[in-house]
């Protein structure tokens, strides 16, 4: 229906100037007609259906209106230019693209509005997304390619051989869960795209309309929606491998999803190198490893994910390792104690009454997303046992809380004073999980 409007909509009229216009600007053309009136613009448009053209303001010179002929009457846009010209969100290369796409949509809003707002009621996603990856848990070891046929006939399983060719609708749909993959909650990465050819909303069914920018894409997990749309999609974004490039800099809850892990790669693999030949290690986590072998365990992760060789063959120095491991911690988007945690933290840190402080602290950690506080309960285990060899390492909590609290927590304001003031509450908050990791987690 949506499809069909779009072929419907009228097609742009550019009215042009017959005359020579003083001080027309260089990046419009003849459909600039200078400073003309109202009356003048009606009658120059009165011709047909999508007449468009540009005009100078008589009430705020310098500023220009688009002047569009649409439903038998003349509309006014104030137009903008910024190296594309524009008049809402949508910046396009040509005034003739701006009226193409101005016109589709005037012509669906208007035709379509009730369908429109009952768009979202009854969505094909609740039948076909979210909720048949809640079936029983399966093995993965085959997965047919499937095609999406239109018109709601079965899908046709083809040879396993075949490259897949699979809709992210159609993936989600396939897809089961293993026993043991956490069902960590993600919200999708959804960005305004550009979709090339006609396109069908994942979420209800119904076209995208417009010239660009017709919907949003998830760049986790490639799932296309309208805008508006967007507003329901549950919090179920299955990151793809395909569309998640690096393993540093990624958020943590997106890593660990599209990889079907508990916990972050790096920190597991990091984690059991150290613990296997570096627990008694003089000044470890304190001692700095060699930047440019830091950089190379990141390079080596960031292409290699869990195949990365980080054994004492290619990395004897372990203080490379524990570098890469802080190394990931700061390169979080969103630190692992995150940011609309972080108040609480520095709250609890700042109570003086030992079992006032616990408690203050455990509700803070019920604050963190279940894929952060499992990757830091997993490394409060890890730093308890760093403490268990002070004796060889001189490595205690307090030592651990000076190099572990500005890397697991960031003000989430600028201020650097405040930051400042900061920096001793978190050394605070970190000692106290390492020393009371089994009573917190």
């Known amino acids: 229906y ?5 072929q419907e909509a009228p097609h742009p009229r550019r009215v042009t100037c017959t005359c020579e216009v003083d001080n027309r600007p260089k990046y419009y053309g003849r459909e600039y007609h200078g400073m003309i009136s109202r009356e003048e613009t009606d009658q120059l448009l009165s011709v047909a259906e999508g007449s468009y053209l540009i005009r100078e303001s008589q009430r705020q010179p310098g500023t220009y209106t688009l002047a569009l002929r649409f439903g038998n009457q003349t509309r006014n846009f104030r137009l903008y230019y910024d190296g594309k010209h524009f008049v809402g969100e949508k910046r396009f290369e040509s005034i003739h693209d701006l009226v193409t796409d101005g016109l589709i949509t005037l012509y669906i809003e208007t035709k379509a509005a009730e369908y429109i707002a009952k768009m979202t009621i009854n969505p094909i996603y609740e039948h076909i997304g979210y909720t048949t990856l809640n079936r029983e848990p399966a ?7 499937l095609k999406d046929v239109p018109d709601g006939k ?6 396993a051989n075949l490259e897949e060719r699979l809709t992210s609708l159609v993936r989600r749909a396939t897809l089961k869960e293993n026993d043991r993959t956490p069902k960590y909650e993600k919200v999708h990465n959804f960005k305004v795209h550009t979709f090339r050819g006609p396109h069908w909303c994942e979420y209800c069914a119904n076209f995208m309309w417009g010239l660009i920018a017709q919907g949003v894409k998830c760049a986790d997990c490639g799932l296309n929606v309208h805008k508006q749309c967007s507003k329901m999609v549950p919090n179920d974004c299955k990151p793809d491998l ?3 490039k690096k393993v540093y800099s990624c958020d943590l809850t997106t890593l660990v999803k599209a990889h079907n892990t508990k916990r972050p ?9 150290i613990e296997s030949r570096g627990l008694k290690s003089e000044g470890l986590y304190r001692v700095s490893g060699f930047s440019d072998l830091i950089e190379d365990v990141k390079l080596a992760f960031d292409r290699d994910g869990e195949k990365a060789d980080i054994s004492v063959n ?15 911690f700061r390169d979080l988007p969103i630190p692992v104690i995150t940011y609309d945690a972080y108040p609480r933290f520095i709250e609890a840190a700042k109570l003086t009454d030992p079992d006032e402080q616990l408690e203050a602290l455990h509700e803070a950690l019920k604050l963190l997303p279940p894929a952060h506080c499992e990757t830091l309960r997993f490394l409060m285990a890890h730093l308890k046992r ?3 060899n002070e004796k060889d390492n001189l490595m205690n909590a307090e030592n651990l809380g000076i190099v572990f609290g500005p890397t697991l927590m960031r003000a989430p304001d600028l201020d650097a004073m405040a930051a400042l003031n900061d920096i001793r509450y978190q050394r605070q908050v970190v000692e106290s999980l390492i020393k009371n990791e089994d009573i917190l987690f």
């Open 154 to 159: 079965e899908p046709v399983a083809e040879d």
């Open 265 to 273: 790669m790096v920190v597991d693999m990091c984690i059991r190198e």
């Open 139 to 145: 093995h993965k070891k085959y997965v047919p390619a």
């Open 314 to 328: 290619v990395y004897e120095d372990i203080n490379i390792i524990t570098g890469a491991l802080k190394l990931y």
């Open 2 to 6: 949506l499809y069909q409007l779009q």
């Open 242 to 244: 395909k569309h998640v």
């Open 386 to 388: 760093v403490t268990l």
